[in-house]
């Protein structure tokens, strides 16, 4: 029932550094000339301050707009075929929260986090709660969830109110944010479709900045993994992390990173800004945050000229993906593998790209499927056996 997931390609947006809901409103076309397909945004309900420190799940954050501007922003995504991805923050709330009862909230807070309070995610009023929420928005149109913080909650938790929220909207998209640990067991035990691939992030960076394609190569064995289970959410940035061009220690190996991104199975998500070539880098502190969820110019012809190319170049790529919609469920192998060189071949079955990756000093030459191709010192290429 989900089958349009199969051609998302997303554009993440953190609306409360990026400007009102009216101001991205301006921004879809602009969104859509890309490529993509899929606006998720980050939090829009009231709020405290970041967004996460939630107020009132069914009320809009007015620093953002109104209810009818959320309105307006979905009428005019679904007017060009674009999905709506929601941010839904249901393992805490703000301090300032007005919980209906005593045990509606656990008491404790989160990770050291003396604004958020968690819920009590064994009382059956929490449970009605989080499945009318997400029922009232799917409601007004979105068509998925990312649900924050869901490796805090017990999976079980995710299963009862999705089995709830699935009587009525079948067809949405459940993806939840997890860092680390057993990705395929929590798939299975939670009952979501999705989760964020931290592993794939991690080790496309660190492979490029290391030349050390054998972490690539072991993390892409877990993806696959990971895509018997569901359709994780794959990205290389986000509202959480430092942008991917800081990361990179070669900003020569910026199309390394998103060839990978866009050629080996799952959902792919851009931040916005990392489109245009931002930086920015996240820090450990109060406001550290700040530098990664920028505001945006009031339209995109605002946008500083050197910025284009790197959106030229993600267009190329998402171009690739958009031909080959069959990569969603790509798995996706490294068929000549050396610290600096990696050629990656993602298949359905049927249909097969090779990705060739070169980080070295010096032009290295793929030996594939009885062809020799020789890729230049720190270039990449890809290859398709489609006519």
């Not at 080959?324 to 071949?345: D, G, I, K, P």
Request: aromatic share 12%; hydrophobic share 40%.
């Amino acid at each position: 029932m989900r089958e349009w997931v199969d051609h998302a390609i997303w554009w993440h947006v953190y609306p409360l550094g990026f400007g009102r809901l009216d101001k991205i409103e301006k921004w879809l076309d602009y969104a859509v000339e890309l490529g993509v397909n899929g606006l998720q945004l980050g939090p829009v309900f009231a709020s405290e301050s970041h967004g996460y420190d939630t107020l009132d799940h069914f009320r809009i954050d007015p620093r953002l707009g109104s209810e009818e501007d959320f309105d307006a922003l979905v009428a005019a995504c679904q007017a060009r075929g674009v999905r709506v991805l929601l941010d839904g923050v249901f393992n805490h709330v703000g301090r300032g929260f007005a919980a209906p009862s005593s045990s509606f909230l656990r008491g404790t807070v989160f990770e050291g986090h003396s604004g958020l309070v968690e819920l009590n995610h064994d009382s059956p009023e929490v449970l009605d709660y989080v499945v009318r929420v997400m029922n009232h928005w799917l409601g007004r149109g979105a068509d998925g969830w990312r649900l924050d913080a869901a490796y805090a909650v017990p999976p079980r938790f995710w299963r009862a109110a999705l089995d709830e929220v699935r009587k009525d909207h079948p067809s949405s998209w459940f993806v939840g944010e997890v860092i680390q640990g057993d990705y395929v067991g929590y798939l299975r035990d939670s009952g979501l479709d999705s989760l964020t691939q931290y592993e794939l992030w991690k080790a496309i960076w660190s492979s490029l900045n290391d030349g050390n394609f054998y972490e690539l190569a072991w993390a892409l064995d877990r993806n696959n993994d990971v895509l018997d289970a569901g359709l994780p959410l794959t990205f290389v940035g986000n509202h959480d992390v430092t942008r991917i061009a800081s990361k990179l220690t070669d900003e020569r190996h910026l199309g390394h990173a998103l060839a990978v991104l866009f050629t080996v199975g799952g959902s792919p998500s851009i931040y916005y800004g990392d489109e245009q070539g931002y930086r920015g880098v996240k820090e450990e502190r109060a406001g550290g945050d700040d530098e990664i969820r920028p505001p945006y110019p009031a339209l995109p012809g605002d946008l500083a000229p050197y910025g284009w190319p790197v959106y030229r170049l993600h267009e190329k790529l998402i171009g690739i993906r958009r031909r080959h919609a069959w990569l969603a469920h790509a798995r996706t192998t490294a068929v000549h593998l050396t610290n600096t060189a990696v050629a990656l071949s993602s298949s359905d079955g049927e249909h097969r790209l090779v990705t060739l990756l070169n980080v070295g000093d010096e032009p290295y030459t793929f030996e594939i499927d009885s062809q020799s191709r020789t890729v230049p010192a720190h270039e990449w290429f890809i290859v398709s056996d489609e006519s």
